[in-house]
C-alpha cells in the first residue's frame, strides 16, 4: 500500500468486534462522478467488498478509500475541460466527511488522534488588509475541510499567531480587532504583542541573548518594532515553543501576511482564486511518511520579488501593450480579452531569470484587460492606467505565476529555497533558522535555503502547494505598506528596496559559491569568504550595468511612444483618460527616479565606499553564521 494512504492509521489495538460500517453519503456521491473520473469504479467495488465483510478492520479499510479518491478527484479537477466547481465540492465534502469518520474511530476506539497539530505564525506589520485576507484563508481551509474536526466551534488542532511588528498603533488595534474576530470564528488566535515579545526575548539568559543577537534583534523596548521579517518571525518561534503541548506530534507553518492558503486558476473571465488544496492534512502526510525536517511550498499570484529586479521586462510589457493599443480604434470593443493563455514558466518577472538556471522566456507577455461588460479601448487604457503604479510594490500586470497541478501535490523535490512565507517545520526543523536579519537585505530566503540544503540535504524539501500572493489589496495602496518602499503624494521611491536587493544578490551568490566549497557544518574561513564575495561583486556589477542601461533606454521609448508619437488617447475626451495619461507620466517618472542616472540606489550601488562597508557586513556576518547557529541550536 502507498505510505502515504497507510499514514493515515491510528495508533491503537485492533478491536476484534465487528462492527456495521456508517453511512457515507459523500463517498457515494463522489463514486457517481464514474466514468467523468478514471478509476473510482475499481473503488467503487472495493467499498462493496468492504462493506460486505464489516469486519474489525472495515472502518480503517474505509478511511483509506477515501485516500485513494482525492487524487483522481484531483487530476480529474485540473484537468481542461472539468466541471472543476462541481468536483471540488464533491473534493472538499469527502474530507469532511472522512474527518467525522476518522472521530467517530477515536471515540469507538478510546483513542487519541495522532495526527500532527499545527501551530501557524503570520509576522505582520502595519497590513490590516493583508492581515484579513490571511486569516480568513485559514478559516476557509478549516471550515471546507474540517482537518481533526471542531469540538464547540472550535478547530483546537490549528493555532495562530499574529506576531505584531507595526509601528502604527492604529494598526496594532486594527490587527488585534481582526484577532478577536476570528476567534469569534472557531479560529484559536492569538496576538503576540510588542511587549510581550520584549519580554519573552529578555527572559533568556544575557549571554545567550547577546550571542542570539542578529538573529532576534537588539533594539530596544521603545524602538521595538519594524525589526524585520527575519527577526520578528524568529521571536515568533519563542512564542511557538510557549504553546506546544507535544513537540513530538506538532508542526510549525509559517505564512507571510500578504499570502493566503488558496490557489488562482486562470478562466474566460480572468483570475479565480479557489481553496482547492488541503494544506494541513497534505503536510501532515508527508511528515508522517517521510524524515523530513523543512518544508517549502512556493507561491503562485503576484511575483515574490522585488520590482527592483522586474523593471526590464515589465517596461517590455508595458512598451508591447501600447503598440498594439496605438493600432486599435479608440471606440473600439475591447480586443485585450480571450488572449491566448501563455503558463509564465518560473522566474518569468526576473530580469536575471539566468542567474538562477532558469531558461529564457518570450520577449513580451501581453496584458489581459480586468474590466467586465462591454467597454472600449479607451476605458482598457483607463484601467490598465489606474493599476501602473502598484507595479512598484510588486505587483506585476503582465506575469502572474498560475498554479499547475503537474503530478499531484505531495510529490517531493530537493529544496535549495526557503520561501519565508510558505514552509513547515517539525521540531527537530526549527533548528534551521533564517539568519542574517540584522543587515535587513533582501533573498534571504534562497540564502537561507542554500545553507540548509548544504546540510541536511535531501530532509529539506519542496511540495506542488503554493500560497496565493497578492502584493496588494483592495483597500488601496495607501493602506498597503511594503518595507523599503516610501510613497509621497506623486512619488514612490524604492532606493532602499532596490539598495537591499543588490547586496541581497550578493549575500546569495556568495554563499551559494562558498557552501560549494567549505563545510557548512564548520565555521567559514575569512580568505575564502572574501574571495568569493570580491569575485561575485564583480559579476553581479557587471549584470546589474547592463540592466540599468536597458531600462534607461526602455523607459525612454516608453514615454516616446506614449506622449511623443501623436496617438489616439492624446485627443481622446473619455472621462478619466487625462488622469489616465498622468498616471503613465508619474510611472515613467518613477522609473526614471528609482533606476535612472542619479537614482540614489544606483549611486550607492555604484560607490566603492558604500560596497566595502556593505562587504565588511556580510563577510562577518558568514565567518558568524556558524556561532550563531550553536546558540541558536540551544534553544532546541
Known amino acids: 500500500m502507498n505510505p502515504l494512504v497507510s499514514a493515515t492509521r491510528f495508533k491503537s489495538p485492533e478491536n476484534p468486534a465487528a462492527a456495521c460500517l456508517p453511512p457515507t453519503p459523500r463517498l457515494r456521491e463522489c463514486l457517481a462522478h464514474d466514468p467523468v473520473v478514471p478509476g473510482l469504479a475499481d473503488i467503487g467495488r472495493q467499498l462493496q467488498r468492504i462493506s460486505q465483510s464489516c469486519g474489525a478492520g472495515a472502518l480503517d479499510a474505509l478511511v483509506d478509500l477515501y485516500e485513494a479518491c482525492y487524487p483522481l478527484l484531483e487530476k480529474a479537477m485540473w484537468s481542461d475541460g472539468a466541471d472543476f466547481h462541481a468536483l471540488l465540492a464533491s473534493y472538499q465534502a469527502l474530507f469532511r466527511e472522512q474527518e467525522a469518520l476518522i472521530r467517530q474511530r477515536c471515540a469507538d476506539r478510546q483513542v487519541t488522534d495522532d495526527r500532527y497539530r499545527f501551530i501557524l505564525s503570520i509576522p505582520v506589520a502595519d497590513r ?55 476567534r469569534q470564528k472557531g479560529l484559536q488566535v492569538v496576538h503576540f504583542g510588542l511587549a510581550e515579545q520584549y519580554e519573552l526575548l529578555q527572559a533568556l539568559p544575557q549571554a545567550q541573548r547577546e550571542r542570539l543577537g542578529n538573529l532576534l534583534t537588539t533594539q530596544p523596548r521603545d524602538r521595538f518594532h519594524l525589526k524585520g521579517q527575519a527577526a520578528n518571525r524568529n521571536l515568533s518561534y519563542l512564542k511557538c515553543l510557549q504553546l506546544t503541548r507535544d513537540r513530538d506530534r506538532t508542526l510549525y ?204 540535504d535531501g530532509r529539506f524539501a519542496s511540495f506542488n502547494m503554493p500560497n496565493l500572493h497578492r ?79 536597458a531600462i534607461v533606454e526602455r523607459n525612454r521609448q516608453l514615454a516616446a511612444l506614449v506622449f511623443d508619437a501623436g496617438h489616439w488617447w492624446l485627443h481622446a475626451s473619455a472621462p478619466g483618460m487625462a488622469h489616465a495619461l498622468r498616471q503613465v507620466r508619474a510611472f515613467i517618472d518613477n522609473i526614471d527616479r528609482n533606476f535612472g542616472e542619479h537614482a540614489l540606489a544606483w549611486r550607492q550601488i555604484q560607490s566603492s565606499g558604500h560596497r566595502a562597508e556593505r562587504r565588511r557586513q556580510i563577510v562577518d556576518a558568514l565567518m558568524n553564521y556558524r556561532a550563531e547557529r550553536n546558540a541558536w541550536d540551544s534553544l532546541f
Open 128 to 182: 490590516p488588509p493583508h492581515l484579513e485576507a490571511c486569516l480568513e484563508s485559514i478559516h476557509q481551509i478549516c471550515a471546507l475541510y474540517d482537518y481533526g474536526g471542531h469540538a464547540a466551534g472550535v478547530w483546537d488542532r490549528i493555532q495562530v499567531v499574529v506576531s505584531e511588528d507595526s509601528r502604527d498603533e492604529n494598526n496594532i488595534r486594527r490587527h488585534q480587532a481582526l484577532v478577536e474576530e476570528y
Open 253 to 456: 507553518y509559517l505564512i507571510d501576511s500578504d499570502q493566503s492558503l488558496c490557489v488562482n486558476r486562470q478562466t474566460a473571465s480572468g483570475e479565480e482564486a479557489v481553496y482547492a488544496l488541503n494544506y494541513f492534512h497534505a503536510v501532515d502526510r508527508i511528515f508522517r511518511s517521510t524524515d523530513t525536517l523543512m518544508l517549502t511550498g512556493k507561491m503562485v499570484g503576484d511575483p515574490p520579488v522585488s520590482p527592483a529586479v522586474m523593471a526590464g521586462n515589465f517596461l517590455d510589457d508595458v512598451i508591447a501593450f501600447f503598440t498594439r493599443l496605438a493600432a486599435l480604434g479608440r471606440d473600439e470593443a475591447c480586443t485585450f480579452h480571450g488572449l491566448p493563455k501563455r503558463q509564465a514558466g518560473d522566474a518569468a518577472y526576473h530580469d536575471m531569470a539566468k542567474l538562477f538556471g532558469f531558461d529564457n522566456q518570450p520577449a513580451t507577455f501581453p496584458y489581459a484587460c480586468r474590466l467586465a461588460g462591454a467597454h472600449d479601448h479607451a476605458a482598457c487604457l483607463i484601467d490598465f492606467a489606474e493599476r501602473l503604479n502598484a507595479f512598484f510594490f510588486g505587483e506585476h500586470l503582465t506575469r502572474k505565476t498560475w498554479f499547475a497541478y503537474g503530478d499531484g501535490f505531495t510529490r517531493l523535490a530537493a529544496a535549495r529555497t526557503v520561501y519565508p512565507g510558505n514552509y513547515i517545520v517539525n521540531y527537530a526543523g526549527l533548528k534551521y533558522v533564517i539568519p542574517f536579519g540584522h543587515l535587513r537585505l533582501r533573498m534571504s530566503g534562497p540564502t537561507a535555503g542554500r545553507l540548509i540544503a548544504a546540510e541536511i
Open 471 to 549: 502584493r496588494t489589496t483592495e483597500a488601496g495602496l495607501e493602506d498597503d505598506f511594503r518595507p523599503g518602499v516610501e510613497m509621497g503624494e506623486a512619488c514612490v521611491d524604492l532606493s532602499n528596496e532596490f539598495e537591499r536587493q543588490f547586496f541581497g544578490d550578493l549575500m546569495l551568490f556568495s554563499t551559494e559559491a562558498l557552501v560549494r566549497q567549505a563545510d557548512v557544518t564548520r565555521p567559514f574561513a575569512q580568505d575564502a569568504i572574501e574571495s568569493v564575495v570580491a569575485e561575485k561583486e564583480a559579476e553581479l556589477l557587471a549584470l546589474y550595468q547592463q540592466k540599468h542601461d
